[in-house]
């Protein structure tokens, strides 16, 4: 199983960035699916995380400016990210937690957002 991420690069703030990471391999059911991000120097963080059945959950600092979104016929999950501010760069990485003989959690390999001021 892998995750395979995408959609990272270089935005002035205020701009808009769309993430996406799709799922590959051979699963039974892609459960929770998440992004989280990492800015220098300090630790990975929960940005944002949707249910199978697409309750979605967001860390406070992102509320009203990034949208997660899923489609679970092709086992992707999207972010999309408005409004963007310098505070929010940093590799952004999507786990998914995937159920094949067992339920384990998945990482992406991470992409990098960059936000100048």
């Known amino acids: 199983v892998q995750l395979q991420a995408s959609g990272g690069g270089l935005v002035q703030a205020g701009g808009s960035l769309r993430l996406s990471c799709a799922a590959s391999g051979s699963f039974f059911r892609i459960n929770a699916m998440s992004w989280y991000r990492q800015a220098p120097g300090k630790e990975r963080e929960l940005v944002a995380a949707i249910t199978r059945g697409e309750t979605t959950n967001y860390a406070d600092f992102v509320k009203g400016r990034f949208a997660i979104s899923r489609d679970n016929a092709k086992n992707t999950v999207s972010l999309q990210m408005n409004s963007l501010k310098p505070e929010d760069t940093g590799v952004y990485y999507c786990?998914?937690?995937?159920?094949?003989?067992?339920?384990?959690?998945?990482w992406g390999q991470g992409t990098l957002v960059t936000v100048s001021s």
């Open positions: 786990n998914a937690e995937i159920f094949t003989v067992r339920t384990r959690s998945y």
